[in-house]
T-cell receptor, first 110, second 116 residues
């Protein structure tokens, strides 16, 4: 099976940088994705890493180390609207299912 | 990006009745859709994978006779919660991947089901 662990809550100050970690276990790895979900809303895709290293998309960056079964999401220049839950997810190529981590609730404070 | 539309966004039903939730891919063909359930302050739990023209694949512990999935076309999958009970109250979300970008899953708006 697959499992992903994340810290349950993180609090950070507006304008700062925050890192959300994710460790996973899987028998077959294809890629690690990150999704954002605001309360009552649907998840929205943020990033995807299939290879080791850092992927940057605007204020968001995602890192992957396959040898360590570890990844993180880095949010820079935090804004109040970034307050949401963030999920790492194991995803497969093609139409393979997406398995979500435990989720991290980020609270951005003034 | 691709658009997935889910209806209804919320529904209240009486215990013992059935509820149907629709999930449509509006601008792409989805041969596979996924149904998730999310309880408050918890993660999304995959219930089943819906395959066009064939039987759905259910995750362990999910009752296939209670959660009926039909994927009759390339743009529509439905989830029917049969004989609903209060413990079925949850947030149900569908998602799909298109054929071009298979690394990103697109989600419907979700359906908040309350069984009274």
């Amino acid at each position: 099976g697959q499992s992903l662990e994340q810290p349950s809550e993180v609090t950070a100050v507006e304008g700062a940088i925050v890192q959300i970690n994710c460790t996973y276990q899987t028998s077959g790895f294809y890629g690690l994705s990150w999704y954002q979900q605001h309360d009552g809303g649907a998840p929205t895709f943020l990033s995807y890493n299939a290879l080791d290293g850092l992927e940057e998309t605007g204020r968001f960056s995602s890192f992957l180390s396959r040898s360590d079964s570890y990844g993180y999401l880095l949010l820079q220049e935090l804004q109040m609207k970034d307050s949401a839950s963030y999920f790492c997810a194991l995803s497969g190529g093609g139409y393979q299912k997406v398995t979500f981590g435990t989720g991290t609730k980020l609270q951005v404070i003034p | 990006g691709a658009v997935v539309s889910q209806h209804p966004s919320w529904v209240i039903c009486k215990s013992g009745t059935s509820v149907k939730i629709e999930c449509r891919s509006l601008d792409f063909q989805a041969t596979t859709m996924f149904w998730y359930r999310q309880f408050p302050k918890q993660s999304l739990m995959l219930m089943a994978t819906s395959n066009e023209g064939s039987k759905a694949t259910y995750e362990q512990g999910v009752e296939k006779d209670k959660f009926l999935i039909n994927h009759a076309s390339l743009t529509l999958s439905t989830l029917t919660v049969t004989s609903a009970h209060p413990e079925d109250s949850s947030f149900y979300i569908c998602s799909a991947k298109d054929r071009v970008n298979r690394n990103e899953a697109f989600f419907g708006q979700g359906t908040r089901l309350t069984v009274v």
